[in-house]
Every structure is written in structure tokens, then in C-alpha cells.
Nanobody, 125 residues
């Protein structure tokens, strides 16, 4: 059973930075994708970034491209989301998700089978 645990959320001022972490356990397939999603109050869950183990490929939504960076530490079984130049619209609960036996990045929630519990991020002055 795949398990994911997010951490690193909190309150940050506009223009600030945060690094979210996602601890992975139980991923057994050679090929898998790890995604980051967020959900703001009253809004649908939005896929914002993805990492593919096949070639280290990444994908970003237009809303975060150029500001957020996803990375993977294989030795620690961790996936990170570095978030820079944060704006109030980045506020929400952030989730990491995993899908085994997939090679192509995806920002669609329906592509993922396993989800973490989420970590809240608030961008406010």
C-alpha cells in the first residue's frame, strides 16, 4: 500500500517562499508519477506539478510555472515542491499524490490512486 505524508505548509507573506515535502512509502513499480495538487476554499482541486520517474520529466500548470519547482530525492524517498514568489492566490491545502505504472506526467486528479492528507498554505500579509 502506497502512503504519502506532506509537510512544510504554513503562513507566509506575499513574495515569500516555502518548501513542501512529501514522504513516500510503498511505491514498488519502476515507473510512477508524483503530483502536487492544491485546493482553495470553494474551488476545485487543481493539479500544479508532476514528476515522472521514467526520465525525471516534470510538468507545471500555467499558474505556477516559473515560480514553483518539483524535485525528487531518491535516497530519502522524498518529493519536494519549492514555492517562490508566493501570491495570495496560492493559498490552499496542498496535496501530493502518486500513481504507479505510469510513465507520462499528468496534472489530472483522476490519474492518481494514492493521496496524502494535505498541508495548508496561507499567503497573506
Amino acid at each position: 500500500q502506497v502512503q504519502l505524508v506532506e509537510s512544510g505548509g504554513g503562513l507566509v507573506q506575499p513574495g515569500g517562499s516555502l518548501r513542501l515535502s512529501c514522504a513516500l512509502d510503498g511505491v514498488t513499480s519502476e515507473y510512477y508519477i508524483i503530483g502536487w495538487f492544491r485546493q482553495a476554499p470553494g474551488k476545485e482541486r487543481e493539479g500544479i506539478s508532476c514528476y515522472s520517474s521514467r526520465d525525471g520529466g516534470t510538468a507545471y500548470s500555467n499558474s505556477v510555472k516559473g515560480r514553483f519547482t518539483i524535485s525528487r530525492d531518491n535516497a530519502k524517498n522524498m518529493v519536494y515542491l519549492q514555492m517562490n514568489n508566493l501570491i495570495p492566490d496560492d493559498t490552499g491545502v496542498y496535496y501530493c499524490a502518486a500513481a504507479q505504472y505510469r510513465r507520462i506526467t499528468s496534472l489530472r486528479a483522476s490519474s492518481y490512486d494514492y493521496w496524502g492528507q494535505g498541508t495548508p498554505v496561507t499567503v497573506s500579509s
